[in-house]
């Protein structure tokens, strides 16, 4: 599965898993007579020997080997449906998305009711962008099998990508009546209800998302920020720590902490931890600015304004950095300056900077 993406605000970061978690598994059992088949057509033994052949060559990765034998046994026997459909996945493997397609569609000709034909084909249509076409394809996967949680979890990825929040919770919950310990859904589900505006019910799921796999550095990153809008910043500190402690280069855990210090007003730590986060990525405008918010607490105006310069740099439509260089600005009398850099953030909306220039610069 692809990964996911990173879903950003400004101080609350959280990592979104992204698609699924697991690479489908081959269908691998070798056929050993017709009584072992879970079709009623007839298969030749040279086509099962190609077959067979063909499974030992996809496991080692020798994809165009595969694809040959495959070949030969489908040859034989047209409506090999095993064949059909291994023969698509490597073809996914190889990224030759439009012949795995046919082979899929192949598939269901074969047997219509062959949901994992309709999962395959929605992972394609998602690696090609369409993520109309994965969430139906997943929806008619689970038309014909209701009992996989990866259908529910996917189609639930895509829902939330779509901002479709509520739709996403309810996915995610009927993947987890069907895999009650799958930590990925509590984990995206706990990240629906932070955007429906329920961060309580985001900290229980983080929770169990953790008690599941202890080993989610990114579930201890969202519940530290979930622990941090409820005002808990020692709580946020000790989640963001064990992230830290898991993946010591999580740059992103180091800017959450970074910004969890700044609200206790432990403004070195606070640097300290900015620092690490851009010594780690570089190009990262969201830790620079954050950096900038410390440096005008500690009144350190012309370091803030350096920081801000830098985010805007790698960012030119980043607003908040606009607005925290306008308020370190104003503080060394630089008005004119000021007021253009809170024109700006407004313009990209920022409402609070709006304020700023309203109270300042129309005198």
């Known amino acids: 599965m692809k990964r996911i993406l990173t879903i950003t605000t400004?101080?609350?970061?959280?990592?979104?898993?992204?698609?699924?978690?697991?690479?489908?598994s081959l269908i691998i059992a070798k056929i050993d007579s017709l009584a072992a088949l879970d079709s009623i057509t007839y298969i030749d033994p040279e086509s099962?020997?190609?077959?067979?052949?063909?499974?030992?060559?996809?496991?080692?990765?020798?994809?165009d080997q595969a694809i040959i034998h495959f070949?030969?046994?489908?040859?034989?026997?047209?409506?090999?449906?095993k064949a059909l459909f291994n023969r698509g996945l490597v073809k996914y493997e190889k990224k030759t998305y439009a012949d795995a397609m046919t082979d899929f569609q192949k598939v269901l000709e074969v047997n219509p009711e062959a949901d994992n034909a309709y999962y395959q084909m929605a992972k394609i249509k998602y690696d090609e962008g369409d993520k109309a076409g994965a969430k139906q394809y997943y929806t008619d996967a689970i038309a014909k099998n209701n009992k996989d949680a990866r259908y529910y979890y996917n189609r639930g990825v895509i829902k939330f990508l779509e901002e479709d929040y509520?739709?996403?919770?309810?996915?995610?919950?009927?993947?987890?009546?069907i895999d009650p310990k799958h930590a990925y859904a509590y984990n995206d589900r706990a990240s629906s209800k932070r955007k429906l505006g329920d961060n309580k019910g985001a900290i229980k799921d983080y929770e169990k998302a953790i008690k599941n796999n202890p080993?989610?550095?990114?579930?201890?990153?969202?519940?530290?920020?979930?622990k941090r809008n409820?005002?808990?910043?020692?709580?946020?500190?000790?989640?963001?720590?064990?992230?830290?402690?898991?993946?010591?280069?999580y740059y992103l855990a180091y800017n959450n902490r970074g910004s969890a210090y700044v609200e206790q007003k432990k403004y070195q730590e606070a640097i300290a931890d900015f620092n690490k986060a851009i010594e780690l990525k570089s190009d990262y405008a969201y830790a620079y600015n954050n950096r900038a918010a410390a440096y005008i607490k500690m009144e350190e105006w012309d370091k803030a304004i350096a920081d801000?310069?830098?985010?805007?740099?790698?960012?030119?439509n980043y607003g908040f950095a606009y607005l925290n260089r306008g308020i370190a600005k104003e503080m060394k009398r630089l008005l004119d300056d000021a007021c253009s850099d809170w024109n700006k953030a407004t313009e990209l909306g920022?409402?609070?900077?709006?304020?700023y220039h309203d109270n300042t610069c129309n005198f």
């Open 10 to 24: 400004l101080l609350w970061l959280f990592s979104f898993m992204g698609y699924a978690q697991n690479k489908d």
């Open 48 to 63: 099962e020997i190609q077959y067979n052949k063909g499974i030992t060559a996809y496991e080692t990765k020798q994809y």
């Open 71 to 81: 070949d030969s046994a489908l040859a034989i026997t047209p409506n090999f449906e």
């Open 166 to 177: 509520e739709g996403a919770k309810g996915d995610f919950s009927a993947a987890l009546v």
């Open 215 to 226: 080993s989610l550095t990114f579930s201890f990153n969202n519940l530290g920020s979930a």
């Open 230 to 249: 409820e005002g808990d910043y020692a709580g946020a500190v000790l989640e963001y720590t064990q992230a830290i402690r898991l993946k010591p280069d």
């Open 308 to 316: 801000c310069d830098k985010a805007i740099q790698l960012d030119p």
């Open 350 to 355: 920022i409402k609070t900077a709006k304020t």
